[in-house]
């Protein structure tokens, strides 16, 4: 009977971890038969086909299409639309850009606050679709809308449905919406859709300046039917430089968001396999199953009510669906985990049922796994990289394989707690061995309760935890059913936190999945520490890791499925009327060798101004190029005065051809004391301003939509010579006809996150070359272009 218990519980344990996935996200699309009060992923994907068949970053001709479509699309649900467009000069990232607000009115039959559906249109530059970032959450938008619509109901609340513009390049369309327009003010809450990858579950994650409580209350009165949330992800993502259209809402104009974002198969984020093929569909039922609710119940609450004091721990828990409480709870909880851990200690060493010697070892029997697997977790991941030195081509480090490598550092690290615990003949010690995890688990909760109040719903599997300590000091011979039903929470808030993390940060976390794992085990010793087959579950885990990283190899290279970031520019030095092909790529492939040859130099060794990326990535390599008839920009002097021993200065930059960003340098040492682009003033607020005290030569970052020209205006000390060097960029290499480039192989795909298959022209302005602006008939004509 002992052997069934323990083989019934190790199927219970591996059916609950299996759970506690299956359980996070709908398993099915709803078809386009659904009923039209339902949302149905299917029918979102109409409009998503329509708006991914081509990049539409913003400035491009399809970004224009794609808002011409959504505007059509808004308009035939009955809403009234409206094109918000102006300039907007991000100091922070020293950019300037003018962004087009799609924006639809949903009016109410009350008076009180705004209920706003939020997501971005604009696709991330390159190469990206813009499937899943964010033309999934813009569809889910349209869906829920529609379905709501359907079911007859009037709002009391104004919806008001907000599709951004220059989100990937600034979150700049948000910040002219708040800035810029009336309505700004009327917003009492933003339901805002966002993705980091192309698959998985959907996690929520708030926005506020307060407390969370009242807006943790009503999100569980809505009752949405797979929420995936924890208060964890909350505290962490306060911690960290917060980068989605809601941050603006919160810190500019103090409105409370909340927004969901799905971040699996991270390996497509930003890359142009962000398309309507490789977005789950599943994942998209999930967006809906959030916002269809949400609608119905925000759009007639109070959202007036919605600030608080008070912060909330939850977490999202199979059946429960959402376990709540206040922080104010958290110092009481611990304390008591505290106390029944120590009455627990003393209690079972008084009843013999602990003994001294065998906890010692239960100490050591832990922090020897705990060691090990980190040390392996981490060296582990550099070494991989030494191995595969090509995985240093992903930029943002989760690789095609990065599922296996997780499985494979996962089943290694049980593989040795399982082969440690059999060594110290832990199956008829439980009790005593198990004081070790839990001390730790308490240990690690008092850290919590002091800097990650987020996590304290942790103490709720100390707590599960402490009650089979209780068992098993109390019972002679416990029922490991009821162990392994002790052990359930334990294993639904952690066996999906083990993948989460070098799921959404890249592989680099796989310490943390390592650790963890052993921490788990911990937390289930009374039932895996009591099986007599340790050791064949140690060759068990150990066959399925091998077995994992053989995969892993077998996928580790580079295909048509698999495709290799690759990048190339041309890069036109004006001044010097030299040319240079660049490359972003440490490992070059037969494509880009074709251009740069099989030595190319460094790319510092020719190439200055290197435009970099988020990941802090610079030209690479460069090899000479034919130097092109590129056309270049027509530079007009607007004003050149002097007063109070300043010079003030106004020029245009005209570009003649179809360009996508201009970027401008100066000496970073020049005393600028005043800049204006576009008629944006810089303001001079703040004692770390981006333009007043730079750590390089960038000014400016201009994102140019309908080749717009730039006129930029400055002053500085009258005997100050000022050199501006501008850099053009169209992202038209691959089918400008001055060019002829070889047709990128199926197996490699543009790189992400940086201007690739850009022509890059750089060319410098000296103010006093330029012709003198001249008077004719009260207004000043433009002369035209630097003297050559």
């Not at 049922?353 to 010692?360: K, P």
């Not at 960038?698 to 501006?724: A, H, M, Q």
Request: net charge negative.
């Amino acid at each position: 009977m002992k052997r069934i218990a323990g083989i019934l519980s190790l199927f219970l344990v591996l059916g609950f971890i299996y759970y506690s996935f299956y359980s996070l996200m709908p398993r099915k699309a709803a078809p386009v038969s659904a009923a039209p009060t339902e949302f149905s992923a299917e029918r979102a994907l109409i409009p998503l086909k329509e708006i991914t068949k081509v990049p539409h970053f913003h400035g491009s001709k399809a970004h224009a299409d794609v808002r011409n479509y959504l505007e059509n699309q808004l308009q035939s649900l009955g809403l009234t639309t409206e094109i918000q467009d102006d300039f907007v000069l991000n100091e922070g990232w020293r950019g300037l850009d003018k962004p087009k607000n799609i924006l639809g009115y949903l009016e109410g039959s009350g008076d009180g606050k705004a209920l706003m559906l939020l997501s971005h249109y604009d696709s991330a530059k390159v190469s990206s679709l813009g499937a899943s970032d964010a033309g999934s959450g813009v569809v889910t938008i349209l869906e829920s809308l529609r379905a709501y619509l359907a079911s007859g109901k009037t709002p009391t609340n104004d919806i008001i449905v907000l599709f951004s513009d220059a989100e990937e390049i600034g979150l700049d369309g948000a910040q002219l919406f708040v800035d810029k327009h009336p309505k700004a003010e009327d917003i009492g809450l933003v339901l805002n859709f966002e993705a980091r990858g192309s698959g998985g579950p959907s996690n929520m994650i708030l926005e506020t300046n307060g407390g969370n409580g009242n807006l943790v209350k009503a999100f569980v009165d809505a009752n949405t039917e797979f929420p995936v949330a924890s208060s964890l992800m909350y505290s962490i993502y306060k911690m960290l430089p917060n980068d989605t259209d809601s941050t603006v809402f919160r810190e500019d104009a103090d409105i409370d968001s909340f927004f969901f974002a799905f971040i699996d198969d991270h390996f497509d984020y930003h890359t142009a396999n962000d398309n309507y093929e490789n977005l789950d569909r599943n994942t998209l039922q999930h967006q809906g199953s959030y916002l269809l609710p949400l609608i119905d119940y925000f759009a007639d609450a109070d959202l007036s009510q919605l600030k608080a004091e008070e912060d909330y721990v939850y977490v999202n828990a199979p059946l429960v669906k959402m376990i709540t409480y206040p922080f104010a709870w958290i110092i009481p909880m611990l304390i008591i985990a505290i106390l029944a851990f120590i009455f627990l200690v003393f209690f079972g060493i008084k009843k013999g049922g602990l003994q001294g010697r065998a906890i010692g070892k239960g100490f050591l029997a832990f922090i020897l796994p705990l060691l090990i697997s980190g040390v392996l977790g981490y060296l582990g991941w550099m070494l991989l990289k030494i191995i595969y030195p090509h995985y240093n081509e992903i930029q943002h480090g989760f690789t095609y394989n990065g599922h296996w490598y997780i499985a494979f550092f996962v089943m290694l690290s049980l593989a040795i707690t399982f082969k440690i615990y059999r060594r110290f003949n832990v199956k008829n010690q439980v009790a005593s061995f198990y004081v070790a995890p839990l001390f730790f688990w308490v240990l690690i909760n008092i850290g919590v309760a002091i800097a990650l109040k987020g996590a304290a719903y942790w103490i709720i599997p100390v707590f599960f935890g402490l009650l089979s300590l209780w068992v098993l000091i109390r019972q002679e011979s416990p029922s490991l059913i009821l162990l392994t039903l002790l052990a359930v929470p334990a294993l639904f808030f952690f066996a999906p936190l083990i993948q989460f993390f070098p799921v959404g940060l890249g592989l680099k976390m796989l310490l943390i999945s390592c650790i963890f794992t052993v921490l788990t085990f911990g937390l289930v010793l009374p039932v895996l520490g009591t099986y007599r087959w340790k050791n064949i579950l140690a060759i068990a885990c150990t066959l399925f890791a091998l077995l994992f990283v053989t995969i892993a190899h077998f996928k580790s290279d580079f295909t048509e499925e698999r495709q290799k970031p690759n990048s190339l520019n041309y890069y036109q030095d004006a001044d010097t009327k030299e040319a240079y092909w660049v490359t972003y790529d440490k490992i070059l492939d037969p494509w880009t060798k074709g251009y740069l040859g099989d030595n190319p130099k460094e790319a510092k060794e020719y190439v200055s101004n290197a435009a970099g990326s988020k990941y802090n990535t610079g030209y690479r390599y460069a090899a000479e190029a034919p130097y092109k008839d590129v056309d270049l920009f027509e530079a007009v002097l607007n004003k050149d005065t002097v007063s109070e021993d300043l010079r003030h200065i106004s020029l245009t930059i005209a570009p003649t051809r179809d360009v996508h960003e201009i970027g401008l340098y100066a000496d970073k040492d020049i005393p600028f004391s005043n800049f204006e682009f576009n008629g944006q003033s810089v303001s001079k607020d703040t004692t770390d301003n981006g333009f007043f005290n730079r750590k390089h030569n960038v000014l400016l970052r201009y994102y140019v939509s309908g080749n717009e020209p730039l006129e930029f205006s400055y002053s500085v000390p009258k005997d100050t010579p000022v050199l501006i060097k501008v850099a053009e960029y169209s992202f038209d290499l691959l089918t400008h006809p001055d060019f002829t480039i070889n047709k990128r192989p199926a197996h490699t795909m543009p790189k992400p996150f940086v201007n690739t298959d850009a022509i890059v022209t750089y060319r410098t302005i000296d103010v006093d070359k330029l012709s003198k602006p001249i008077k004719l008939q009260d207004s000043l004509v433009e002369i035209t272009t630097l003297n050559e």
